[in-house]
């Protein structure tokens, strides 16, 4: 039988695709979705709308599954960067607030911050993601160094560094942010789909995320969580006309339901002001389904042994592994560099030349692979490498 998380194969150009860190090709299943939604408004334009509506709360619940949330604390948005502009205008700041990004971090996760820091005088600072690896012991006394001075009041942070692979320890930090009266943004886009990752365990404040990555669906939609307590102390900044109480009663009912007063929602809903997506949101129903039918714990293991596989054939190779020897700061991200004088952008394109894809972001040799690659698929990668001349 067909399997419905795999991407169309023939379609590939790189069937061994080691990029989902990077973007996922759809898979039978999400390009089906897909084509059933654009012929649904193909063949009924407006009178499809409400139907769905119906997809994009099940896509709320099932981003609420993945992360252990409430699907009521969940929110859909037009992307992770979406969903930290959001936040990071609308943070009810006063001058002189202390907010605490860090260096290595994917930009997604600092420009909103530099930006929010510039129009209301806050206090930025700046950390290494790389004190965090091993035991993140030199991490989390920066962390705490930087919370015990100043007025803290916002901690953003990936849980897991896009070019390294490093998994941050999130609950730590959060403990840390918490003892000291800030709150802490989780830009979890590299870690939900792959790994566990709960907001309730973890006790985060904000987090979110995209869905053309190990989300498996496509770019345009993204989903952001909020504490209820921290989404009703937010100002209203993005609301728009969604943003209301019975937003689209007016659509349906007399003159007098055109009305401008009713009250803009309470929970972190009031972000999704306009009309969406729908065919984003009908790939990322179809794909977060699937992801939960397999189980994140099925899928992390299956990753962690193609990674333990591959391990050993790069080091015979000379390859060096940027994989954390401590098990907790491991994801489902893999990076190496390679031996002299292979450079990165050589491997990588060698290897997209025998059709195996991986990426190569700053300087590293990125491997990304999902519950869509198989084991047996390692030796072809190995053969695939590019002859090291001198030895
Ligand atoms: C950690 C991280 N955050 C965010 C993004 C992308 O954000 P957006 O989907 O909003 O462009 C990426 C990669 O593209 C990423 O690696």
């Not at 929010?116 to 920066?142: I, K």
């Not at 990936?158 to 009266?181: C, D, E, N």
């Not at 309470?266 to 939960?292: N, P, Q």
Request: glycine share 8%; proline share 5%; with cysteine.
């Amino acid at each position: 039988m067909k399997d419905l998380a795999e991407p169309e194969r023939d379609n590939l150009r790189a069937p061994i695709y080691l990029a989902h860190s990077a973007i996922s090709p759809p898979s039978a299943a999400v390009a089906d979705a897909v084509s059933r939604c654009v012929a649904d408004f193909a063949q009924r334009g407006a009178a499809a709308f409400g139907d769905w509506l119906a997809v994009k709360e099940a896509t709320r619940s099932n981003i609420a599954a993945l992360i252990g949330a409430e699907a009521g604390d969940v929110a859909l948005t037009q992307g992770t960067t979406a969903s930290i502009v959001a936040i990071a205008q609308s943070i009810a700041w006063k001058r002189g607030d202390r907010v605490i990004t860090f260096e290595g971090e994917f930009p997604t996760n600092v420009t909103p911050w530099q930006q929010a820091a510039e129009r209301y005088e806050l206090d930025h600072v700046q950390l290494r993601t790389s004190d965090f690896a091993g035991d993140a012991q030199r991490g989390l006394d920066s962390l705490e160094a930087a919370l015990r001075s100043g007025r803290p009041r916002l901690v953003a942070v990936s849980a897991v560094q896009f070019a390294t692979g490093l998994a941050m320890p999130i609950a730590a930090m959060t403990r840390l942010a918490h003892a000291h009266g800030a709150e802490i943004f989780v830009d979890a886009i590299q870690a939900v789909g792959v790994m566990p990752f709960d907001v309730v365990e973890l006790d985060v404040d904000y987090a979110a995320g995209g869905s053309h990555k190990w989300l498996m669906a496509l770019e345009g939609v993204g989903w952001l969580y909020a504490r209820r307590r921290c989404a009703e102390a937010l100002h209203r900044t993005s609301a728009g006309w969604l943003s209301h109480d019975e937003p689209v009663s007016f659509l349906f009912g007399g003159p007098d339901d055109l009305r401008y007063d009713r009250p803009i929602v309470e929970s972190i809903r009031f972000v999704e002001g306009g009309t969406m997506s729908t065919v984003g949101i009908a790939a990322l129903h179809t794909s977060t389904s699937l992801l939960l039918e397999r189980g994140i714990d099925a899928i992390w293991t299956h990753v962690q042994s193609y990674h333990d596989a591959l391990a050993v054939g790069l080091h015979e190779r000379g390859y060096t592994t940027l994989r954390d020897s401590v098990p907790a700061r491991r994801s489902g991200i893999v990076s190496y560099r390679p031996p002299a004088p292979l450079t990165t952008p050589d491997v990588v394109a060698h290897l997209a030349s025998h059709r195996v894809a991986v990426t190569g972001p700053i300087g590293v040799i990125r491997i990304a692979p999902h519950l869509s690659n198989g084991l047996h698929e390692v030796a072809s990668v190995l053969a695939a490498l590019p002859m090291q001349t001198g030895r």
